[in-house]
């Protein structure tokens, strides 16, 4: 547990001082830590906090975020961070982070289980699966739909956006409630996407 704990504080003080070097590291260390948690054919022993479990993948969207920024101001760096630059081309690239947070929501079949939960059904094994029945799993996969629709909201997709939630029951008894911060965040971009595609009532 101190593990991640130290490795997300990390991530912080990256994200606020990087320069490229450090940038690079940080993505490689969010695959790292990803691939510990997909790549297995049988769960993690380990269970975390819901709390860091959020931090995790909302610091990784923030990160996303930070580096298209810092890339964007790529006059101001020097001949050196250039060439690093295009030799890391894939680095906290959008497909890929898409793709991770994909994974995360498919490896415990979270929008079956909401769609469940929204039937007053019971999950089950059969329906979320060995990985789904895990919290660590079902709340990354679960928090990964928050981030998918905050990334979309950055990248300008709002339908897209809301599409990632849409089995999401927006209450405060649901399970975004665990985690305060995570609720203030999906309300705030599912109100923002609403508003640009001008669902104004909703």
Known sequence: DYYFKDKQWYQRRVAITAGIEHRFESYHNYCDLFSYILAPDQPVSIELPNKWLWDIIDEFVYQFQSFQQFKSKSGKMNEEEKIMLRDEDDVWKVTAVLNILIQLTEKCNINLQLQAIEAGEVVTEELAGEFGMRPIYRMTGYF?????????????????????????????????SLVPACQITANYYAGFANFMIRKYAN
């Open 144 to 176: 990964s739909l928050i981030g998918l629709l905050r990334l979309y909201c950055l990248l300008g997709d709002y339908h897209m956006a809301l599409s990632c939630v849409q089995h999401i029951q927006f209450k405060d008894k649901d399970m975004m």
